[in-house]
């Protein structure tokens, strides 16, 4: 079994950190991650820097990011604005952020769960048009800060609907870290009465309550093979502040190289760059095996 990593730290992650990195070192921390093995890298964000000002250096980071044979460097594209940002830089890959709650949606986008359609349509025809692969984020899969837990059939819902606008994948979010592996037994035996099967779908969990590897491992089992994860678990989400990090890079590397699933990471390398990630945002890493690993680094 083979298992892809979609890194996220680089966006995901930074975002939701208070110290600002220069553009500079975050352009040596996705080359590292490279190197390290990764091959799918999610760079950077084109939301409007009001919002999001930690990663108000898109452009600069995409024009002087050289880039690795293999890897895929997607990026978070909000609206049209975003997408003309992307293909004015050499994007490939881009993602969108959807929700299945209106009051996340609300927060998040400034619309309904049915509006944000209407946004998204646009923004994916376009890319599809120019060639590129369009991910879609589906946020507070499993509950709501504000609205309580959410049912299944209410994701699926927002999952068809955005794989039928030409998405390729769908990310399922945990964003505020409540899911344990029955909910997300749940949530995956959903889908396939839609005729979505697992290929088409990926999991992002934060591990708020300690229970992201779990989940991860419950999703595997029900034929899931992409899993989001940031290096040293960094980042959180800034419109939910209940949720924590996400699940650690090292942390899953670490579980599936006990399991025999190939990832093609090398952990002391993944490690060794989380360490000095570390050392950058003034902070320890909260990864479990970034922490072990350090002893003997």
Not at 196 to 218: K, M, S, W
Request: aromatic share 6%; charged share 25%.
């Amino acid at each position: 079994m083979k298992v892809t990593i979609y890194e996220v730290g680089p966006r995901d992650g930074l975002q939701n950190e208070d110290v600002t990195l220069p553009v500079e070192v975050k352009r040596e921390l996705i080359e590292r991650l490279a190197e390290a093995g990764l091959r799918t890298i999610e760079a950077t964000s084109f939301v409007h820097p009001k919002w999001v000002p930690q990663l108000a250096d898109a452009e600069e980071l995409l024009d002087g990011l050289p880039r690795a044979d293999g890897v895929r460097y997607p990026v978070l594209v909000p609206n049209e604005r975003g997408l003309d940002r992307a293909l004015e830089h050499g994007v490939t890959d881009i993602a969108i952020f959807g929700s299945a709650t209106e009051s996340f949606a609300q927060r998040n986008l400034n619309r309904t769960v049915d509006s944000q359609f209407d946004m998204f349509a646009p923004v994916v025809e376009r890319a599809l048009a120019n060639g590129l692969r369009v991910r879609a984020y589906v946020s507070m899969c499993f509950a709501d800060p504000w609205e309580g837990p959410v049912a299944p059939e209410q994701v699926v819902s927002v999952g068809r609907r955005l794989l039928d606008l030409g998405c390729y994948e769908l990310s399922l979010g945990d964003t505020i870290g409540i899911g344990t592996p029955r909910h997300v037994e749940a949530l995956l035996d959903a889908f396939p009465a839609d005729g979505i099967g697992p290929e088409r779908l990926a999991v992002h969990f934060h591990d708020t309550y300690g229970q992201a590897l779990a989940n991860t491992l419950t999703a595997l089992r029900k034929g899931v093979t992409v899993v989001d994860a940031s290096a040293g678990g960094i980042g959180g989400c800034p419109y939910a502040r209940s949720a924590t990090g996400n699940l650690a890079t090292e942390d899953l590397v670490w579980m599936l190289d006990g399991l025999g699933v190939e990832t093609g990471v090398n952990l002391r390398s993944l490690v060794a760059t989380s360490l000095w990630l570390a050392g950058k945002l003034g902070r320890p890493s909260p990864s479990r095996v970034v922490q072990a690993l350090a002893k003997e680094m």
